[in-house]
């Protein structure tokens, strides 16, 4: 209850510090930095070290390819129908297709499934959502915007991400000795990133792009929040054996997470309908700490 609490408070915070003025213009960029910079960096060693890979986590780290494919051909579908142009249906692809599995899903494990339980959230974030991402992700940006991403420009976003480097070298040290207070301070740095991550989004929550993005907006999220689970709920508890249904359940639940706040920022910077991009975050983040809940109570009734 206190993480949970947190998160609301936090996010109010944000909501708060920016009406007030008392940060600068673009501090959820220092903020994000910070983040991932120096505490998911954290998060990722300690974690990666006890790290062991099997069947279901294999699975777990499926699920967001899967769920990226699912929004690709939903959106541009539903696109075409409703008449969206290229940058709207490139924003609602990005922000739609790729959900919040490090800055709010995290914080949101540990609350629903305890720390322990963090591991796998974060091979499905690293491994999952952020290669996805720095994939399909940015060739679907520039597919969208008119441009073309290079596979030197894939790679490079790979191999300078702070956390996916700390969690190969946690992989690379698995079993090597380690002084307890390192990991101790790791997991205190790691801690961050709940409150961090809250005062960042509620920093950026704005309301006065809805004009004009309802009809995109709704689409979005409600493919984000309600039918992406829908479709992964029976796929993985349907097909796979009970033995791996926890680590199921966990990757059930990280896939009802709101948009992606690193997949806003791709979309913005490829000119893909940036009020709609703001409003995909700012109201389907605070959105999300309702509808992940209660898909926690319906993973927990099957």
């Known amino acids: 209850m206190a993480n949970f609490a947190l998160i609301l408070v936090c996010l109010g915070l944000g909501v708060a510090l920016r009406i007030s003025g008392r940060l600068p213009e673009g501090a959820h ?7 991932v910079n120096v505490a998911l960096p954290a998060l990722a060693f300690a974690s990666g070290r006890t790290l062991s890979f099997d069947a279901a986590l294999l699975f777990a780290v499926a699920m ?4 990226f494919a699912f929004g690709a051909g939903f959106f541009l579908l539903v696109s075409r129908a409703l008449g969206f142009n290229r940058p709207t249906t490139g924003g609602l692809v990005l922000t739609g297709a790729l959900g919040n599995t490090s800055f ?3 914080p949101m494990i540990e609350i629903f499934f305890g720390r322990e339980a963090m591991q796998v959230g974060l091979v499905i974030d690293q491994l999952g959502s952020y290669l ?34 700390a969690l190969g070298a946690a992989l690379l040290c698995a079993g090597m000795p380690i002084p307890p207070w390192v990991d101790a301070m790791l997991m205190r740095l790691a801690d961050a990133i709940p409150a961090l991550a809250m005062l960042s989004v509620g920093y950026q929550l704005r309301f006065a792009a809805l004009a004009g993005n309802r009809s995109a907006l709704a689409v979005g999220l409600g493919f984000k929040l ?21 680590t199921a359940r966990i990757a059930i639940f990280e896939s009802a997470m709101a948009p992606m706040i690193g997949a806003g920022i791709v979309a913005m910077q ?3 309908n940036a009020p709609l991009v703001s409003l995909m975050l700012g109201i389907g983040i605070p959105l999300s700490l309702m509808t992940v809940p209660a898909w926690w109570y319906a993973l927990g009734a099957v």
Do not use: D, Q
């Not at 960029?29 to 983040?35: C, H, Q």
């Not at 967001?64 to 769920?67: A, D, G, I, Q, R």
């Not at 309600?226 to 926890?246: D, K, Q, R, S």
């Open 29 to 35: 960029l220092t903020l994000n930095a910070v983040i």
């Open 132 to 165: 996805v991402l720095s994939t399909l992700g940015l060739v679907a940006a520039a597919a969208f915007s008119g441009t073309r991403a290079t596979p030197a420009e894939m790679i490079g976003r790979l191999v300078r991400f702070p956390p996916l480097l």
């Open 226 to 246: 309600v039918l992406v689970p829908f479709l992964i709920a029976p796929l993985y508890l349907g097909l796979l054996p009970e033995t791996m249904h926890a």
């Open 270 to 272: 490829y000119k893909l």
């Open 104 to 106: 709010v899903g995290l």
């Open 64 to 67: 967001p390819w899967l769920v």
